[in-house]
């Protein structure tokens, strides 16, 4: 019953490529979803987020797009660099404010140098 | 500022014994979660508190987890027995208010192994 899914458990991709991260969700009552940053040996840290009432929010290299009808996110990285090499896990919440995060199981991304 | 603080880092126990797990949160946050890390179930949260009241316990697994946060400064997440299904990586995030809109700030985690 997983809410919040990452088909993807890894990608490679060259470095100064674009990195596209995919999220999906079941739960129609999520409102605001995020997505967080792994390094090995170190807790998640915030990378960047997007209420539901934008379909898109950009923050320098990194961009998430929301698709409501498809229940569907994406995290895009461009141009990726080495220090991207993570792991990304997408998170969603429902009625805007709750702290209630439901997270995915992460996608390990690999810059190839 | 610190960041959020957890102990032990590494915790290799055997199957039935107590394991309690530690977490100082950032000063001043409001609100602290306890989650579980593990391959096929990625981050799960176990538990949370605002102003060192629970507020959701629908996460944790069974009788044998039980958090407490006895004041605004220390949390404890204990596990009696612990079994090898155990095994993963617990971590605690702290955050202001508790909104979604608040970041969470996470700790280091405790990687616990039971054998």
């Known amino acids: 019953d997983q809410q919040v899914k990452q088909n993807s458990p890894s990608l490679s991709v060259q470095e100064g490529r674009i990195s596209i991260l995919n999220c999906d969700y079941t739960?129609?009552?999520?409102?605001?979803f995020l997505w967080y940053k792994k390094y090995p040996a170190e807790g998640p840290t915030f990378l960047i987020s997007?209420?539901?009432?934008?379909d898109k929010n950009e923050d320098g290299r990194f961009t998430v797009f929301l698709n409501k009808s498809a229940k569907h996110l994406s995290l895009h990285i461009v141009p990726s660099q080495p220090g991207d090499s993570a792991v990304y896990f997408c998170a969603a919440s429902a009625d805007f404010g709750n702290e209630k995060l439901t997270f995915g199981t992460g996608t390990r991304l690999t810059i190839i140098p | 500022d610190a960041g959020v603080i957890q102990s032990p880092r590494h915790e290799v126990t055997e199957m039935g014994q107590e394991v309690t797990l530690r977490c100082k949160p950032i000063?001043?946050?409001?609100?602290l979660f306890w989650y579980r890390q593990t391959m096929m179930r990625g981050l799960e949260l176990l538990i949370y508190?605002?102003?060192?009241?629970?507020?959701?316990d629908s996460g944790m697994p069974e009788d044998r987890f039980s958090a407490k946060m006895p004041n605004a400064s220390f949390s404890t997440l204990k596990i009696q027995p612990s079994e090898p299904r155990d095994s993963a990586v617990y971590f605690c995030a702290s955050s202001l208010w508790g909104a979604s809109t608040d970041t969470q700030y996470f700790g280091p985690g405790t990687r616990l192994t039971v054998l």
């Open positions: 997007i209420s539901s009432i934008k």
């Open positions: 508190f605002n102003n060192n009241v629970p507020i959701d």
């Open positions: 000063s001043g946050h409001n609100s």
């Open positions: 739960n129609s009552m999520f409102d605001y």
